[in-house]
């Protein structure tokens, strides 16, 4: 059975950081694109980032690019997103996904002082 | 980028009667490799996550009711629920990962 499990959410101040992780089960990992997606409270779905199965290429949306990392560690079957100098439209649930393995639960990510 | 625009925003729909979702990608989202149309289909329900109902325009996900379906190529996709079920109230969201990821807006699906 597919699973995608995040965790690393909670809230953190404006200009803060926060790393989050997906931990994949179930599939051949290194065999697929991953990406992360958020949705924030009462809003649409909004792709964030993705990565290549060996890591080689990585694509962000622009509203993140430059502070937000994706990265992923096959070994360990995980997907991480490093995000940094956090603002409050950052606050959102973060989901690991891909349209052939499904999505997890989420992490929600609040930006607040 | 590939904007995605669905419509209607919202429908109303009577128990088992049909709904039908429409979605327009900006530019062409067939991936030459496969002569396939890089579009997904997914539902959300209050409170949960999406789930993924129906990848490459057409494909239903293993375990979804086959009351679903998906058609269209080019830049012109639908999703049909052919009889509306009380379970299927949701909002539904197409997307493409032809070029990245993009997201329609949503369509938000009610009983009548």
């Known amino acids: 059975e597919v699973q995608l499990v995040e965790s690393g959410g909670g809230l953190v101040q404006p200009g803060g950081s926060l790393r989050l992780t997906c931990a994949a089960s179930?599939?051949?990992?290194?065999?697929?694109?991953m990406n992360w997606v958020r949705q924030a409270p009462g809003k649409g779905l909004e792709w964030v980032a993705n990565i290549k199965q060996d890591g080689s290429q990585k694509n962000y949306v622009d509203s993140v690019r430059g502070r937000f990392t994706i990265s992923r560690d096959n070994a360990k079957n995980s997907l991480y997103l490093q995000m940094n100098s956090l603002r409050v439209e950052d606050t959102a649930v973060y989901y690991c996904a891909d349209v052939l393995l499904g999505w997890g639960q989420g992490t929600l990510v609040t930006v607040s002082s | 980028d590939i904007v995605m625009t669905q419509s209607p925003d919202s429908l109303a729909v009577s128990l088992g009667e049909r709904a039908t979702i429409n979605c327009k990608s900006s530019?062409?989202?067939?991936?030459?490799?496969?002569?396939?149309?890089?579009i997904a289909w997914h539902q959300q329900k209050p409170g949960q996550p999406p789930k993924v109902l129906i990848n490459?325009?057409?494909t239903r996900v293993s375990g979804v009711p086959d009351r679903f379906s998906g058609s269209g190529s080019g830049t012109n996709f639908t999703l049909t629920i052919s009889s509306l079920q009380a379970e299927d109230v949701a909002v539904y969201y197409c997307?493409?990962?032809?070029?990245?990821?993009?997201f329609g807006q949503g369509t938000k699906v009610e009983i009548k």
């Open positions: 490459w325009a057409s």
């Open positions: 997307q493409q990962y032809y070029s990245a990821w993009t």
């Open positions: 530019q062409s989202v067939s991936d030459s490799s496969n002569n396939k149309n890089c």
């Open positions: 179930g599939f051949t990992f290194n065999s697929y694109w």
